[in-house]
């Protein structure tokens, strides 16, 4: 029992710390919080919602759900809600019958069918078509899909972890996520720090990448100065952990000096990506890949990071050597 004075989420859990050795990096007093929450959440397999800005490692924790629970060795099926077509979206998720529509020659069980007794993930549930939303809520609430084309529901058992970068609460003021479907998911909120916020776990991602790039790439363990550990600590990060990964990777394959790993990123710069290159071909080409891979793959979002005008990134993509 905790005592007057003790924090009872003050503390990484000790059950964890075998299970999250190489998934979660980092014991800062945010993270130790979602570690508890998670746990806890895990046991019970209650819908889980996972929010955080791009890059801060939901799907990490997702998984990590599925290794703290009774379902670890069940599917775990991602959805990216994103991706989903308007066309084929309710197909995908739940399935159709013969001749549901034109050119469904046979039946497809769908993400939820095929992920019976486990887990499906929903990454960037906040992007879902609105006219799907009371679909997915009943599966939540009657845990039933019915395929297209079908009017016989099928009842199946899966727990449903959610994730998203947008403000949902947000989004349901204005209509574009339903109220219901929202405290459905947020049964329980992991809510993922940025990394701006938790500078004190850097040197510890740093030392993660590193020695696992070295490995990929068969080169030495870099070993940052106290300078270029305080100059990641001052950088904003717009991508995240994601984008510090990136950073390191791109030091290795492009093989930097080690005193530059990668990355000659300031405030000062507006928070543009410029690389430690003398070849200007290859500072453009890898700083534009380096800005797609931080943003996804978004162009309009990578060209606002590399302080260029979009029809100037897509010329820059169009030119030899950029893929």
Aim: glycine letters at 8%; proline letters at 7%; aromatic letters at 8%.
């Amino acid at each position: 029992m905790a005592t007057k004075n003790s924090d009872p989420l003050g503390a990484f859990p000790a059950v964890l710390a075998e299970a999250t050795a190489d998934m979660i990096i980092g014991r800062d007093p945010a993270t130790n919080r979602v570690a508890h929450h998670a746990q806890r959440a895990a046991q019970v397999e209650c819908t889980v919602l996972i929010t955080g800005e791009t890059g801060t490692g939901k799907e990490v924790w997702a998984r990590l759900l599925q290794r703290l629970g009774p379902r670890k060795k069940k599917p775990f099926v991602p959805v990216n809600c994103a991706a989903l077509t308007a066309t084929l979206a309710e197909s995908q998720l739940f399935g159709h019958v013969p001749g549901a529509f034109t050119g469904a020659a046979g039946a497809s069980m769908g993400v939820f069918r095929s992920a019976n007794k486990g887990i499906v993930f929903l990454d960037e549930v906040g992007d879902m078509p609105l006219e799907l939303q009371p679909k997915l809520l009943r599966v939540l609430q009657e845990g039933e899909v019915t395929p297209v084309g079908s009017a016989h529901p099928e009842y199946i058992d899966v727990q449903i972890i959610a994730a998203t970068n947008r403000n949902l609460e947000h989004d349901v003021e204005a209509g574009r996520f339903r109220e219901d479907l929202y405290y459905r998911l947020n049964l329980v909120e992991l809510r993922m720090s940025p990394l701006r916020d938790r500078c004190e776990d850097i040197p510890a991602f740093v030392t993660y990448f590193s020695e696992k790039f070295a490995q990929r790439y068969s080169q030495p363990v870099w070993e940052p100065t106290a300078e270029i550990l305080q100059h990641f600590r001052q950088y904003n990060w717009p991508g995240n952990v994601r984008q510090l990964g990136y950073v390191i990777e791109q030091a290795y394959v492009l093989q930097c000096e080690p005193s530059l790993p990668g990355s000659a990123m300031s405030d000062d710069a507006g928070g543009r990506i410029t690389l430690p290159f003398t070849d200007l071909d290859k500072l453009r080409q890898a700083a534009v890949q380096q800005a797609l891979r931080t943003t996804g793959g978004h162009k309009g979002r990578a060209a606002q990071l590399l302080g260029v005008h979009p029809n100037t990134l897509t010329r820059l993509l169009s030119q030899p050597d950029s893929e």
